[in-house]
C-alpha cells in the first residue's frame, strides 16, 4: 500500500502557484457583483439575529474591534509590498520556497486571528432561541458551522495527485462537529469556504483600472478556491470571505469565472457583516455554498464500506439509473477554469438503496457550451476498438431529475440563459469498462500492452479525424479484465475533450486557464503537465499553432513517465533515495506554470535521477533504455547525426551500466520527433521493448515482476 504522499510536507513553490493562477484571472473576475449576496441569501437572515448580534457585539467584543482598528491604523501607513513581504523579512530573508505555508503569515496578521475568531464565534452562536426560550429552533437554523483559525497546511486524502500545493487559508468553514474531530482537520474535502485575510485595506483586491494584473489578495485567494475545487467531491463553485483592514468583501469562484462583490467595512457595516457570517455559518445548505445539486451524501449503511465519503448521483440523461460512488476520486483536475474533471468508481443504486452491478466509471466535466458534449461525439463514433473505453451513457447534467434546466454557470449564479450567452455546463458519462490507475500496473509488460491499445485506440479514432486533446495520467487506465479484450489490450480509456478535426486555430496562442485559446475564440485544451512540447513552446511565446496527432501521443509518453516513477514512489528503498525519486517527480509533473514545465522537461535529460541506485534496480534496463530514446530526442541537445547511431553506426542506446548520460555530447543526436511520435513510430518502439524485456526475462536476467 503505497502512503499518502499527497499529503507529505513539501513545499511546491507558492510564488509560482500563486503566478501562474495570476495569468488565470485576466478578463474572467467580475467587481462589485452585488448578485453574490443574493445569492447567499443575506436578506433572509432574520432581522431580530442581526439587531440583537449587532448590539451585543459592539459591547462584549469592543475591546477586539478596538484592538483590531489600532492595528489597520499602524498597518494602513506601511506600503503594501513592503506588507507583502514582511513575513520573508521576518524570517531573515531566506529563499522563500523554504519558508513553511505557516511561515508566510506575518506577525502582524497573526495578531489579527484570535480576535477575528471570536467575533466570528459571537456571530455564529446568535439564534432566535437565544433570544426568547420560547421560540422553537427554526429549520433555517439547521446548520452548525464554524469558521476556525487554520493552523496546519490542507491537503487532499487522495494520491492521485502529488503536485498538490500544500496552502494555509486563515480561516477555514467547516461543521462544528467535525472540527472536534482531529484526522479532518488537515483535509480540504471537508471546508465549506474559507477567508483570507490582510492587516491593511490598502491590500483590497480592486484593480487600479480595467486590465491591470490581479493584485496579490486576489490571486491568493483564487489559488486556494483552485484547490478547493480540486479537493472538495463534486464541488461547483468555492465561497469565501476576503478581510483586508477594515474592510471585506465576498467571492465565488466557479469554472466560468470569479465574482468579487462591493467592499463593506466590518464596523460601519457591522449589520452586513454579520448577515454574511451567520448565513454561511448557520443558514446556507451544502448546495448554496457550491456542492453539485445533482449529488447527495450516501446514507450511512453506504459510508461503512470505504475510508472516502459515498455520494449518490442522480439519473443521467433519459437513463432512469442512480449511481454510488466506490471509494475515493480516482482523479481530479487542479485547473481553475478548466474543465474541472472528476473521475470516480461507481455502482447502481437499486430501488431498494442497495449496490448492484458491475463498478464503472463516471466521469463529470464542465464543457463550453459552443463545443458539442463528449457523449454526442462517443456516438458519432464508427465501430469500436478494445481499447476504447465502452459508453453506458451520457448527458449534460440537471439539478434534480425532470428539469428543464441544465446545470450551468449561468445557473449557479441565478442568471437567465438566452440562447446566444456562452456558458460552462456540466457533463457527466458513465463508461462500461473499468480499470485501475495506469500506474498501478503489475508488470513493466503489462503497462507497455496498456499504451500500445491507448495508441491503436487513438489511431482508430484519429483515422475518423477525432482528437482527444487532453490526454493524462487520468483519464488512462489499466483494464481490470484485460482477458476479456486480448492479451494485448490492456488499457481503456475514460477520455476527455474529444474533438472533431481539424480545429483551425489562427492566431496567437493565449493562456486562459490549462486551456489555451486563440484570439479568435477557438480552443485547444490539455492538461498542462502532460501537454507536449510543441503546444507548451506555442503558449510561453504566444505563437500560433495547430494541435495534431503528434501531440496527444508526447502526452502518452509523459503519461508513460508519470506511471513508472509513480510507480517507483511505492518501491521499497532508503529514505534519501525515495527523497530523491520524489523530487524528480515533483519537478516534472508538480509544476503549474508553462514556463516552470518547460524548464524542469529541459533540465530532466541531465537529473541524476536516471543514474540513482533505486532507478536502475527498479526500472529494467529495456524501459530505461525507452525512456531515455525518448528523452534525448525531447532535450535541448542539438542533433547531428541519425537518432540510435554511434559514428561507428552502433546502437547509442545499447548502455547496460547506465553510464550512456555521461558520455552523450551536445550535438550528438539528430531528433527525429516526427516518426518517434507518431502512432506507427511510438507503437513500434513499445513492441521492441516488450520483446526485449520478454527475451531478458527467458534469459533469467529479469524476474517475474518489477
Avoid at 371 to 377: F, H, L, T
Amino acid at each position: 500500500m503505497v502512503d499518502n504522499l499527497a499529503a507529505s510536507r513539501v513545499n511546491y513553490g507558492t510564488s509560482a502557484s500563486h503566478a501562474t493562477v495570476q495569468a488565470e484571472l485576466a478578463e474572467r473576475v467580475e467587481f462589485n457583483d452585488r448578485s453574490i449576496f443574493e445569492q447567499l441569501e443575506i436578506d433572509k437572515v432574520d432581522p431580530r439575529i442581526v439587531q440583537e448580534c449587532s448590539k451585543t457585539l459592539q459591547t462584549k467584543s469592543e475591546a477586539d474591534i478596538a484592538f483590531l482598528k489600532d492595528l489597520v491604523r499602524g498597518a494602513d501607513k506601511v506600503n503594501p509590498k513592503d506588507l507583502e513581504y514582511e513575513a520573508i523579512a521576518e524570517q531573515g530573508h531566506p529563499d522563500p520556497k523554504d519558508i513553511s505555508p505557516e511561515d508566510r503569515k506575518s506577525r502582524r496578521e497573526r495578531k489579527m486571528y484570535d480576535p477575528l475568531e471570536r467575533i466570528f464565534g459571537h456571530i455564529q452562536a446568535a439564534s432566535l432561541a437565544n433570544l426568547n426560550a420560547s421560540v422553537e429552533k427554526p429549520e433555517s437554523e439547521g446548520f452548525n458551522r464554524v469558521f476556525r483559525r487554520q493552523s496546519a497546511a490542507l491537503t487532499p486524502d487522495q494520491d492521485h495527485t502529488l503536485g498538490f500545493p500544500h496552502f494555509i487559508p486563515d480561516f477555514t468553514l467547516i461543521r462544528k462537529a467535525n472540527w472536534d474531530r482531529k484526522e479532518v482537520r488537515t483535509r480540504w474535502r471537508d471546508r465549506d469556504g474559507f477567508i483570507e485575510v490582510k492587516p491593511s485595506g490598502r491590500q483590497h483586491p480592486y484593480p487600479a483600472k480595467e486590465g491591470d494584473p490581479a493584485r496579490p489578495l486576489l490571486t491568493q485567494t483564487a489559488n486556494y478556491a483552485r484547490l478547493h475545487l480540486s479537493a472538495r467531491p463534486f464541488c461547483a463553485f468555492s465561497v469565501s470571505i476576503m478581510i483586508f483592514g477594515n474592510d471585506f468583501c465576498v467571492c465565488i469562484f466557479d469554472r466560468a469565472g470569479g465574482r468579487i462583490s462591493p467592499k463593506f467595512n466590518m464596523w460601519a457595516d457591522l449589520d452586513t457583516f454579520i448577515r454574511v457570517i451567520w448565513s454561511m455559518t448557520r443558514r446556507l445548505t451544502d448546495v448554496q455554498l457550491g456542492r453539485d445539486p445533482s449529488v447527495s451524501p450516501a446514507p450511512p449503511d453506504l459510508q461503512s464500506s470505504w475510508d472516502h465519503p459515498a455520494w449518490i448521483i442522480n439519473p443521467v440523461g433519459s437513463d432512469p439509473r442512480r449511481w454510488c460512488t466506490v471509494g475515493a476520486p480516482i482523479w481530479s483536475s487542479l485547473s481553475l477554469f478548466g474543465r474541472g474533471t472528476f473521475v470516480w468508481y461507481v455502482r447502481e443504486l437499486s430501488a431498494t438503496g442497495e449496490l448492484s452491478g458491475p463498478v464503472m466509471i463516471l466521469k463529470s466535466a464542465w464543457r463550453s457550451s459552443q463545443r458539442d458534449p463528449e457523449s454526442s461525439i462517443y456516438q458519432t463514433v464508427r465501430g469500436s476498438h478494445p481499447g476504447l473505453a465502452k459508453f453506458v451513457v451520457g448527458a449534460d447534467v440537471v439539478p434534480f431529475p425532470g428539469s428543464l434546466e441544465k446545470v450551468t454557470t449561468h445557473y449557479l449564479r441565478q442568471l437567465p440563459l438566452k440562447s446566444d450567452d456562452k456558458t460552462k455546463i456540466l457533463h457527466r458519462i458513465v463508461i462500461g469498462t473499468t480499470g485501475k490507475p495506469i500506474w498501478m500496473y503489475d508488470t513493466e509488460e503489462q503497462l507497455i500492452d496498456g499504451l500500445i491499445s491507448a495508441l491503436e485506440a487513438h489511431k482508430f479514432l484519429w483515422d475518423q479525424k477525432i482528437l482527444h486533446r487532453d490526454i493524462s495520467a487520468g483519464n488512462v487506465l489499466l483494464s481490470d479484465y484485460p482477458e476479456e479484450v486480448g492479451a494485448s489490450t490492456e488499457t481503456v480509456h475514460a477520455t476527455s475533450e474529444y474533438g472533431r478535426y481539424p480545429q483551425r486555430l489562427q492566431g496567437t496562442m493565449t493562456r486562459t486557464h490549462i486551456r489555451f485559446g486563440t484570439q479568435r475564440g477557438d480552443v485547444i485544451t490539455g492538461t498542462l503537465q502532460f501537454m507536449s512540447r510543441h503546444l507548451l513552446e506555442a503558449v510561453h511565446y504566444q505563437e500560433t499553432t495547430v494541435s495534431t496527432a503528434a501531440d496527444d501521443v508526447e502526452s502518452l509518453f509523459w503519461v508513460l513517465v508519470y506511471a513508472v516513477f509513480r510507480k517507483l514512489l511505492a518501491a521499497p528503498t532508503a529514505d534519501v533515495e525515495k527523497e530523491q525519486v520524489l523530487t524528480h517527480f515533483r519537478n516534472t509533473f508538480g509544476r503549474t506554470s508553462v514556463l516552470e514545465i518547460l524548464t524542469a522537461r529541459s533540465e530532466a535529460f541531465h537529473d541524476g535521477i536516471y543514474k540513482q541506485a533505486t532507478y536502475c534496480r527498479m526500472v529494467s534496463y529495456p524501459m530505461r533504455r525507452l525512456l531515455l530514446k525518448y528523452r534525448v530526442v525531447l532535450s535541448s541537445l542539438v542533433p547531428t547525426i541519425p537518432l540510435d547511431k554511434r559514428a561507428d553506426g552502433s546502437d547509442i542506446f545499447d548502455d547496460p551500466k547506465g553510464t550512456l548520460l555521461d558520455r552523450i555530447p551536445n550535438g550528438a543526436l539528430t531528433s527525429d520527433y516526427d516518426y518517434l511520435f507518431s502512432h506507427e513510430g511510438m507503437i513500434k518502439a513499445l513492441k521492441e521493448t516488450r520483446q526485449y524485456l520478454q527475451d531478458r526475462r527467458e534469459r533469467g536476467e529479469i524476474g517475474p515482476q518489477v
